[in-house]
């Protein structure tokens, strides 16, 4: 059985890589090689069907995947894959999945952890007699721009908070989704943006979406609102957010991702007073750690056997 299984390459283990958990789920079905292995002994190239892509690592560029005549398939763990040029990659014979849904409620967690974190931080500012006092959350609107799995699963969140919920999207959802968190389409963006006093991110990164939210953007949003980012730091024009949050345009920030990441220290979104940034931990739970690995395994394992691929994504 073992020298069947075919070959996939991964990054690291451990703290720069993937967690042993998630590599001992890998090597039920495959043989893994690392990249440091791999450059080590370049004969293992032929025998490479399968690339684990996490945190764009190993990165796919063109020197690594023309050294891997018998790729398949670059299995993604998580949902967004900006970061990989489709097209090219099927033109070159590999297919491409991403682990779609399973990201969906710890992404949803960390939407509302920063939303409420970044509450906390005014009322201990306000402590220390440094800004003004907490906005209540609890029966304020939540704005949501992109209604997908994740948006949903916000809006159901922020339900629970008896939140008003206010979704922008490129399409309405369906009359019975709409009722079961209770959310009203915004056809256009502008009106969500002059009402929300939490705006939340949550599409995908496109050449439409990069830069959504601008100096325009922005200055409609309230100056008593809050913008959340979980979905990409390309989204948001950074500029146009430092200055917002410098002259205090809007209240505050609270971004899971930014461009680059990390930043560099001396970035200007690092010192300011009224923004909360974590290091694009959205997905990083151990439960959906595991669900993505398992997916990728799923792909990858169909993309081998020559298979219909689960989570196939198609060059749009
Ligand atoms: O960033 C996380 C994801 O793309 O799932």
Same mark, same amino acid.
Request: with cysteine.
């Given at each position: 059985m073992?020298?069947?299984?075919?070959?996939?390459?991964?990054? &690291?283990?451990?703290?720069?890589g993937? $967690?042993?958990?998630?590599?001992?789920?890998?090597?039920? !079905?495959?043989?893994?090689?690392?990249?440091?292995?791999?450059?080590?002994?370049?004969?293992?190239?032929?025998k490479?069907?399968?690339?684990?892509?996490?945190?764009n690592?190993?990165?796919? %560029?063109?020197?690594?995947?023309?050294?891997?005549? *018998?790729?398949?398939?670059?299995?993604?763990?998580?949902?967004?894959?900006? !970061?990989?040029?489709?097209?090219?990659?099927?033109?070159?014979?590999?297919?491409?999945?991403?682990?779609? !849904?399973?990201?969906?409620?710890?992404?949803?967690?960390?939407? +509302?952890?920063?939303?409420? *974190?970044?509450?906390?931080?005014?009322?201990?500012?306000?402590?220390?007699?440094?800004?003004? +006092?907490?906005?209540?959350?609890?029966?304020?609107?939540?704005? $949501?721009?992109?209604?997908?799995h994740?948006?949903?699963?916000?809006?159901?969140?922020?339900?629970?908070?008896? +939140?008003?919920?206010?979704?922008?999207?490129?399409?309405?959802?369906?009359?019975?989704?709409? @009722?079961?968190?209770?959310?009203?389409?915004?056809?256009?963006?502008?009106?969500?943006?002059?009402?929300?006093d939490?705006?939340?991110l *949550?599409?995908?990164?496109?050449?439409?979406?990069?830069?959504?939210?601008?100096?325009? &953007?922005?200055?409609?949003?309230?100056?008593?609102?809050?913008?959340?980012?979980?979905?990409?730091?390309?989204?948001?024009?950074?500029? *146009?957010?430092?200055?917002?949050?410098?002259?205090?345009?809007?209240?505050?920030?609270?971004? %899971?991702?930014?461009?680059?990441?990390?930043?560099?220290?001396?970035?200007?979104?690092?010192?300011?007073?009224? $923004?909360?940034?974590?290091? !694009?931990?959205?997905?990083?739970?151990?439960?959906?750690?595991?669900?993505?690995?398992?997916? +990728?395994?799923?792909?990858?394992l169909?993309?081998? @056997?020559?298979?219909?691929?689960?989570? &196939?994504?198609?060059?749009?």
């Amino acid at each position: 059985m073992a020298q069947n299984r075919p070959c996939a390459l991964i990054s &690291e283990v451990g703290r720069e890589g993937l $967690i042993q958990e998630a590599v001992d789920l890998m090597k039920q !079905h495959f043989e893994i090689i690392t990249h440091r292995e791999f450059l080590q002994n370049p004969s293992l190239s032929s025998k490479i069907q399968v690339v684990f892509l996490w945190d764009n690592k190993p990165k796919p %560029d063109s020197s690594l995947i023309s050294s891997l005549p *018998a790729l398949k398939v670059i299995a993604n763990g998580g949902v967004g894959i900006d !970061h990989l040029d489709v097209p090219r990659l099927n033109a070159l014979g590999i297919r491409v999945s991403n682990t779609p !849904h399973v990201v969906s409620n710890a992404t949803a967690d960390m939407a +509302m952890g920063l939303l409420l *974190a970044s509450e906390t931080q005014f009322r201990e500012q306000y402590m220390k007699r440094q800004c003004e +006092m907490g906005f209540e959350v609890t029966g304020s609107t939540l704005g $949501i721009i992109g209604m997908g799995h994740i948006g949903f699963k916000i809006a159901q969140r922020g339900r629970g908070f008896d +939140m008003k919920i206010l979704y922008h999207n490129r399409n309405k959802r369906s009359c019975e989704d709409e @009722q079961a968190v209770g959310a009203v389409y915004c056809k256009n963006m502008e009106d969500l943006l002059r009402e929300a006093d939490f705006v939340v991110l *949550a599409v995908n990164l496109t050449p439409q979406t990069t830069g959504l939210i601008g100096h325009k &953007e922005l200055s409609l949003m309230k100056t008593t609102a809050t913008l959340v980012n979980i979905s990409r730091g390309r989204v948001v024009d950074q500029d *146009a957010l430092v200055e917002a949050l410098q002259k205090r345009t809007i209240r505050a920030a609270a971004l %899971d991702v930014t461009y680059p990441e990390p930043l560099p220290r001396d970035h200007p979104l690092l010192h300011l007073p009224n $923004i909360i940034i974590t290091p !694009h931990i959205g997905t990083d739970t151990l439960a959906t750690t595991l669900k993505m690995v398992q997916t +990728m395994v799923d792909n990858a394992l169909a993309a081998v @056997q020559g298979q219909q691929i689960p989570n &196939e994504v198609k060059p749009l």
